[in-house]
């Protein structure tokens, strides 16, 4: 079956332009938004979406502000309030007949526990977190921050890129192909590549994370308390999906956000990291599918 996919732009309430991919499909299934998390874009979820269209979902997915080819806040608003409010405003912009799933993965769950702060929790007809939980284990958190904010001035050859990528995920085979890094680098005037997101990202709500302990745990104490508020309203069917090697997500924030969200069902994908999607799409694939058909 041929996909039919249509790229937007969804404009947000202060003037922000996203980009957007709509997978069309006629079928009475209810639309899935996914949300990638940071330093990605859109297109880290190209197969899943595909996957899900496959099965008969309408499915959106688009870059958050600051990421992607959607514009970069000039005044750096990327707290979580403005982020959940994007995804309002993507939810309202497509006229949605049904209440839509939401799958979000690392900041896209963050993004999505944000709107039950902002909006009614029936705006959800599903939701399901990837890799995230309000309570995070700091020290992931701090490895994840440390790796967006080094190599501020690029890289020289997407080879290079891939080296440092290939670190970081030392439990992912190494792409032999790297034209897919030109979907999270952009080649710079000087020759150098650089990420595809806005620095200012990092610089304005998580650089703390990675510098000194202290203040760094107190803006991470403040972000999970904001989140813990958000999971605590959600009443919509909830999946969490936890990364076997994840050293963001343990067994015991998992714990912790069972008693915010008893209802949930959780589920471990083996053999991948934070990046579950990605280190093992076909059973992330299924372990959502699965879920989708029994709840909506």
Not at 79 to 84: D, G, P, R, V, Y
Not at 102 to 112: D, K, P, R
Not at 152 to 162: I, K
């Amino acid at each position: 079956m041929k996909t039919a996919m249509t790229t937007v732009s969804v404009p947000t309430r202060d003037g922000i332009m996203l980009t957007a991919d709509y997978y069309h499909h006629d079928s009475d299934h209810p639309a899935v938004i996914l949300l990638h998390g940071g330093g990605q874009s859109r297109h880290a979820w190209r197969t899943s979406a595909s996957r899900l269209h496959e099965r008969g979902y309408p499915v959106i997915v688009y870059d958050a502000r600051g990421h992607g080819d959607s514009d970069w806040s000039a005044d750096g608003r990327y707290e979580i309030e403005h982020l959940a409010d994007d995804l309002l405003a993507v939810r309202e912009h497509f006229e949605l007949d049904r209440a839509p799933a939401v799958v979000g993965a690392s900041l896209g769950g963050m993004t999505i526990l944000g709107t039950h702060l902002l909006a009614p929790p029936d705006l959800w007809g599903a939701v399901v977190l990837v890799d995230v939980t309000p309570r995070m284990e700091f020290a992931g958190a701090r490895r994840i921050v440390s790796f967006m904010s080094a190599h501020p001035d690029g890289f020289a050859s997407l080879d290079s890129a891939a080296d440092v990528i290939a670190a970081y995920n030392p439990h992912r085979e190494r792409p032999v192909r790297l034209e897919g890094l030109r979907k999270v680098l952009r080649h710079r005037d000087d020759g150098r590549w650089v990420w595809r997101w806005d620095p200012a990202f990092i610089a304005t709500r998580f650089d703390a994370i990675h510098g000194d302990p202290a203040d760094g745990a107190d803006q991470f104490e403040s972000l999970v308390d904001t989140l813990r508020l958000g999971a605590g309203r959600i009443t919509a069917p909830t999946l969490l999906v936890r990364g076997g090697l994840s050293d963001l997500v343990s067994h015991d924030t998992v714990a912790e956000f069972l008693d915010l969200v008893p209802h949930a069902e959780t589920v471990d994908i083996a053999g991948t990291g934070h990046m579950v999607a990605g280190d093992d799409n076909d059973a992330f694939t299924a372990a959502v599918v699965d879920f989708l058909r029994r709840t909506l």
